[in-house]
């Protein structure tokens, strides 16, 4: 089965901390783009950050990167110098079956304390 | 902005009632999504059309059904309503369709309330 796995139903640290979130998926796909998709309350769903499985180099933008282990099929989220606007849902995701469908976490709830 | 439009934003219906739900992708895609997420859930993978074509559908209830039209909006008819079917109901898309490598872009949700 095509799965993907959030373990942390939530977090929560202080503004300007680093936060890590954990996304492990199984996929019998060989060239694959994984996403993480932030949900703030607002609801609407915005990605985040986009990585290439065929590529070795962590995906980085500004203060959001990830660490890909392709072999683990492990696919994390870091936030640096977190900000309250960070606060939000984070849902990882990747395509499945011939990419024809794009399959979600269940989600990680993360606070930014001030 | 996204440029995807969603209606309505909310809507509240009765068991039993039938209700449509309008997408209108970004100008120049030709993809389609439908996603379906239940209080505090992940996102379930509804229905994806292609330039007016059903391409992938997923869990997908029988009394729901979808369709793309010429001019690409795409509308999700929801049928006999349960209670279970309140939910937030996404749209979202793509340029292109298979392989799936860029992103989907989402409106802003259809939360409907049955009662």
């Known amino acids: 089965a095509q799965t993907v796995t959030q373990s942390q139903p939530e977090m929560s640290v202080q503004e300007a901390e680093t936060v890590t979130l954990s996304c492990t998926y199984d996929?019998?796909?060989?060239?694959?783009?994984l996403f993480w998709y932030k949900q703030p309350p607002s609801r609407q769903m915005i990605l985040v950050i986009r990585?290439?499985?065929?590529?070795?180099q962590n995906a980085t933008e500004n203060r959001f990167s990830v660490n890909f282990q392709k072999a683990a099929k492990s696919f994390s989220l870091k936030i640096s110098d977190s900000q309250l606007g960070d606060t939000a849902m984070y849902f990882c995701?990747?395509?499945?079956?011939?990419?024809?469908?794009?399959?979600f976490g269940q989600g990680t709830r993360l606070t930014i304390n001030p | 902005d996204s440029g995807v439009t969603q209606t309505p934003k909310h809507l509240i219906t009765a068991t039993g009632q039938r209700v449509t739900l309008r997408c209108s992708p970004r100008s120049g895609d030709l993809s389609v999504y439908w996603y379906q997420q239940s209080l505090d859930q992940g996102l379930q993978f509804l229905i994806q059309?292609?330039?007016?074509?059903?391409?992938a559908k997923g869990n997908i209830l029988e009394r729901f059904s979808a369709q793309q039209f010429p001019d690409l909006h795409s509308e999700l008819n929801l049928s006999s309503l349960e209670l279970g079917d309140s939910a937030l109901y996404f749209c979202?898309?793509?340029?292109?369709?298979?392989?799936?490598?860029?992103?989907?872009?989402f409106g802003e949700g259809s939360r409907l309330t049955v009662l």
């Open positions: 990585q290439e499985a065929y590529k070795q």
């Open positions: 979202a898309s793509s340029v292109g369709s298979i392989p799936l490598t860029g992103e989907l872009f």
């Open positions: 996929t019998s796909e060989n060239n694959y783009y």
């Open positions: 995701a990747f395509p499945i079956q011939g990419a024809q469908k794009l399959v």
């Open positions: 059309y292609y330039n007016g074509e059903e391409r």
